[in-house]
């Protein structure tokens, strides 16, 4: 699957996740974006890993935390669409989801391995996919959007997240 989603593909809100994908295919990718999320935060301390870079910031913890909820909730709007669902599926308050989350209970451990059994799921759905599942639109939020939008889009906001890992977490 190398073929780019066009802008017409998803909402505008989303564009910022969807323009951080490198070219190629979108599996090798996320495949490649895992390994270079594990291969970073598996370093990180436990000590680090519950740093906030400043008051009200989630902690290392919880933006993986953050990463890993986001991918359960992107991976099954794009099954639903990807299988032929035309139901309107809503939005998501991703704040509301940290309220109800306790990622700083967990070792950093713990949070790569929800992480890694999550991704392994995605890849596989991904894997399964037929070349027409990959164009079937549905709605999301009220916008019209495809499946390959979705495989776009959850591997995008990972990269942003991991930018700012790097740059508010990671450095000094």
């Not at 066009?6 to 969807?18: D, G, H, I, L, P």
């Not at 895992?34 to 519950?50: C, G, H, P, Q, Y």
């Not at 451990?109 to 799921?121: I, K, N």
């Not at 990972?158 to 450095?171: G, P, S, T």
Request: aromatic share 10%; net charge negative; proline share 2%.
């Amino acid at each position: 699957m190398t073929k780019r989603p066009s802008n017409e593909e998803y909402s505008a809100y989303f564009e910022t996740y969807v323009s951080l994908v490198p070219d190629g295919d979108i599996r090798e990718c996320l495949t490649e974006t895992f390994k270079k999320t594990i291969e970073v935060l598996s370093t990180v301390s436990e000590e680090r890993a519950n740093y906030r870079y400043a008051p009200g910031k989630w902690s290392l913890k919880e933006v993986l935390g953050h990463i890993t909820d986001n991918e359960r909730i992107m991976s099954y709007r794009l099954l639903r669409i990807a299988r032929g669902d035309r139901t309107p599926l809503a939005g998501y308050d991703q704040d509301v989801l940290m309220g109800g989350a306790s990622f700083d209970a967990c070792t950093l451990s713990e949070l790569l391995e929800d992480y890694t059994a999550v991704r392994q799921a995605t890849l596989t759905l991904l894997n399964g996919l037929s070349e027409e599942a990959w164009d079937r639109r549905g709605t999301v939020s009220g916008s019209e959007s495809t499946s390959r939008a979705w495989a776009y889009i959850l591997t995008g906001h990972e990269i942003h997240h991991m930018n700012v890992i790097q740059d508010k977490y990671l450095q000094g």
